[in-house]
């Protein structure tokens, strides 16, 4: 009876850890989409001035598009790769969530990503309704 006991003790702890820390984790998620979505943002407001007054075409300065995501993401505990192509930049955040009763158990920390980009325009390209 004492091992029945000991048995399901050990197994709600572990359930419990798993929706406790699972739920952590995916906070983790959101946070991670959500930084990389301002950073993607930060990036695609960098645009080539000099080509805009030129010929009125918008187009990043992939340097300066790079370096605002990159100083965005600075300000939090996370990493993230950049990437800009074209009038589009793409970021890509790691986080590492550290677990609260899992941790017990041998795991340590779960790590999450979130992706996401934002596209230079100009104006408003289409009417919402």
């Known amino acids: 009876m004492t091992g029945f006991v000991v048995a399901i003790v050990g197994a709600l702890f572990l359930f419990a850890g798993l929706v406790v820390d699972g739920g952590l ?48 993401i600075a300000a939090t505990p996370d990493t993230a790769m950049v990437t800009v192509s074209g009038d589009r930049v793409t970021v890509v955040v790691h986080a590492v969530q550290p ?19 934002a596209v230079a325009q100009r104006g408003v390209t289409e009417v919402m309704r």
């Open 25 to 72: 984790a995916l906070g983790a998620r959101v946070r991670a989409v959500n930084e990389a979505q301002e950073a993607a943002r930060a990036g695609a407001q960098q645009l080539d001035l000099a080509a805009y007054r030129r010929d009125a075409e918008v187009r990043l300065d992939p340097g300066r598009a790079r370096a605002a995501a990159l100083a965005y």
């Open 99 to 117: 677990t609260q009763i899992l941790g017990l158990a041998g795991l340590g920390s779960i790590r999450v990503s979130g992706e996401a980009a």
